[in-house]
């Protein structure tokens, strides 16, 4: 699943390491997710999706390919 | 309580009863191994398990010690045990690990089985020694060979 979180952190101007402890996860969590090497749990992806202020939808980006993966 | 000063306080209780049963195992070993005669068992098995709950009891101690002393690495250690892709990751090798394990015992019940009945070669009690080990150890290198390979890809 593609995602929008390193534009929007880049935005907020936070760094890898200031957003993991935003979101309780580790720093490695945060690289993976921008890599899009990994899908957040939807509790995860709701926490993330708060901090940026913005809805979930706009953050995580589904396409029917996901459902290949 | 904060969630990292309740994870270091578990993890130093967690120690601290790792640490008594260690002694308590260990002196049972000891002691078996000075005075007792005849038993079924090698006596130093128990004081081996007692040196293993020792070497746990250390390792729970020194992440409850970590913690305590640095804050910031505290909630990073907590953060670190209760990620979500660590999670994943340690699940995903706990199950391929198992599989290794589950099939390599299955494989020398057969073997032993079949032995019995002459159909195989018997197991010599150095080879089944060995085959036993082999099934402790392989499924603990699939266990971090997997976690090494799911922190590179996932």
Known sequence: MKNRLAELRATKGWTQQQLADLVGVSRQTVISLERGRYNPSITLAFRLARTFEIQIEKMFLYEEDDDEQ | ?154
Not at chain 2, 92 to 111: C, Q
């Open chain 2, 1 to 154: 309580m904060s969630s990292s000063k309740a994870w270091a306080d578990r993890q130093r209780r967690i120690g601290w009863t790792l640490a008594a049963t260690a002694v308590v195992v260990g002196a049972t070993g000891l002691t078996l191994q000075a005075f007792a005669t005849g038993l079924p068992f090698d006596a130093r098995l128990v004081t081996g398990l007692g040196i293993l709950l020792l070497g746990l009891a250390i390792a729970a101690l020194m992440r409850g010690g970590v913690a305590t002393r640095a804050s910031d690495a505290t909630r990073r250690l907590g953060v670190e045990e209760l990620d979500e892709r660590n999670v994943a990751i340690r699940r995903l090798a706990g199950s391929r690990a198992f599989v290794v394990s589950a099939a390599l015992t299955y494989a020398l019940l057969m073997w032993v089985s079949f032995a019995a009945n002459g159909q195989l070669p018997a197991i010599s009690p150095d080879g089944l020694w060995y085959a036993l080990a082999a099934a402790f150890v392989l499924p603990m290198l699939v266990y971090v060979g997997s976690i090494i390979a799911a922190q590179r890809s996932m």
